[in-house]
Nanobody, 125 residues
Framework: QVQLVESGGGLVQAGGSLRLSCAGTGRTFSISAMGWFRQAPGKEREFVAATWWSADNTRYADSVKGRFTISRDNAKNTVYLQMNSLKPEDSATYYC??????????????????WGQGTQVTVSS
């Protein structure tokens, strides 16, 4: 099993920045990719960004390209999401997820086996 714990959410004004962190514990050696998803009230969970765990291979949703950056620290079993130029529409609960399938950097939530509890991001206008 892999346990994931997110941190770093909060309230920020439009145009501001936040950095989310997701620390993994347990069988982290089994992780092949990690991703970030978000879900706003009344909406479906959507893909934000993902990274291959052992190489520089990343993937982003079109809505966050150029504003968000996903990175990882393998030694700390931690993945980060740097969010710049935040917009009110970025407000959501952000979830970290881990995949152990070794099938690639997926954007579908169904591909991810392990999930964190979520951290709230609110962007005021």
């Amino acid at each position: 099993q892999v346990q994931l714990v997110e941190s770093g959410g909060g309230l920020v004004q439009a145009g501001g920045s936040l950095r989310l962190s997701c620390a993994g514990t347990g069988r982290t050696f089994s992780i092949s990719a990690m991703g970030w998803f978000r879900q706003a009230p009344g909406k479906e969970r959507e893909f934000v960004a993902a990274t291959w765990w052992s190489a520089d291979n990343t993937r982003y949703a079109d809505s966050v390209k150029g504003r968000f950056t996903i990175s990882r620290d393998n030694a700390k079993n931690t993945v980060y999401l740097q969010m710049n130029s935040l917009k009110p529409e970025d407000s959501a609960t952000y979830y970290c997820a881990a995949d152990s399938s070794y099938r690639g950097v997926a954007s579908s939530a169904d591909e991810y086996k392990y999930w964190g509890q979520g951290t709230q991001v609110t962007v005021s206008s």
